[in-house]
């Protein structure tokens, strides 16, 4: 049995939760997580952006005319002596990488919270990376709808032109296969996004996207946890296109299985689960499902995926040889 308010456990525990979630730029690694962070709050999560850890500035790899995803443009070693220090609980002074200028700033305090999210292209490239990260997330978007998310994220974000963008994607894509992409061997989980098998314009109007969640199969689990399907609503009352499907695959020489869903749930097959979640960690309310709402398949993914790090943490707490 999971402890009774998991959340105030959590906030008591002295272990330092680390979720690492790699992927490329633009990927929408910080959507899985989102999550995690409302359930939680910000008083106990906490993200740290690994670009900070770069080892060159925008001019420096200009000049040498290497990109941010090659090993020598990171460092690794500091990042790992930071992910050990917050891991005790101890505070850091952590770099930071300016995007609006490409330069570094001043370093800045950082003192862990309970759970601390690592995002960028390498959380898992090192071995001590890979042990001291609790749980690992890979974002692996379909070429196409990353290469759309990068250009509106680049272009609104961060002024850059349409054009340049895409250079620049295709002069990263070499090092993207090489040095990250391998990652996703590592990974705990994996998402898959692609555009919408009900047409590329209910992706880029309305959000909706075919969303798979690869992983090996689960060892163990606090207790059986429902995802509610109602029939009747389903065969009489379901105005939404909406799709469910399980398949098993060989990926990255490990059996892994895949739930893919795509297009809009009716919110009462979610509202089962949040009350799963909020039973097993006494954690209330939740309401990302409102009655009566629909959510796209990709925030159901984020739901599901939240009961997964939360029945992972809640093992770490149980563990008696937890450090």
């Not at 609503?233 to 105005?239: A, I, Q, R, V």
């Not at 695959?249 to 892994?256: F, N, S, T, V």
């Not at 309401?287 to 992972?312: K, P």
Request: hydrophobic share 35%; glycine share 6%.
């Amino acid at each position: 049995m999971p402890p009774a308010n998991f959340r105030d456990t959590i906030a008591a525990s002295p272990y330092i939760f680390i979720i690492g979630v790699a992927g490329d730029s633009g990927s929408g690694k910080t959507t899985f997580t989102r999550t995690i962070r409302q359930i939680f709050g910000e008083e106990l999560v906490s993200t740290i952006t690994l670009d900070d850890y770069h080892s060159l500035d925008r001019r420096e790899r200009s000049e040498l005319g290497v990109t941010p995803l090659v090993p020598e443009a990171n460092r690794f070693k500091l990042l790992e002596e930071h992910v050990t220090a917050l891991k005790a609980g101890e505070t850091i002074q952590k770099p930071v990488y300016n995007h609006d200028d490409g330069t570094f700033k001043d370093p800045v305090p950082f003192s862990p919270t309970k759970i601390v999210i690592l995002e960028g292209l390498h959380p898992f490239f090192t071995p001590r990376l890979r042990e001291l990260i609790d749980f690992k997330l890979y974002v692996d978007p379909d070429p196409e709808v990353k290469r759309a998310w990068k250009i509106k994220r680049d272009v609104e974000r961060r002024g850059y032109r349409p054009e340049a963008v895409v250079q620049e994607m295709i002069r990263r894509r070499p090092d993207y296969e090489r040095y990250v992409a391998p990652q996703c061997a590592f990974a705990d989980a994996i998402i898959r996004i692609s555009y919408s098998k009900y047409g590329r314009a209910v992706s880029e109007e309305r959000n909706i996207y075919q969303v798979s969640l690869c992983q090996s199969r689960l060892d163990r689990s606090i207790r059986d946890i429902d995802l509610s399907i109602d029939l009747f609503s389903l065969l009489s009352l379901s105005e939404r296109n909406f799709l469910l499907e399980y398949s098993v695959d060989e990926l990255y020489g490990r059996p892994m299985g895949a739930l893919t869903l795509d297009g809009e749930l009716n919110g009462d097959v979610i509202g089962k689960l949040e009350e799963n979640i909020e039973d097993q960690t006494e954690i209330h309310p939740l309401n990302f499902a409102a009655d009566d709402a629909y959510l796209t398949a990709g925030e159901a993914v984020q739901l599901i995926l939240a009961w997964q790090i939360i029945n992972r943490r809640i093992f770490i707490e149980a563990s008696p040889d937890r450090a």
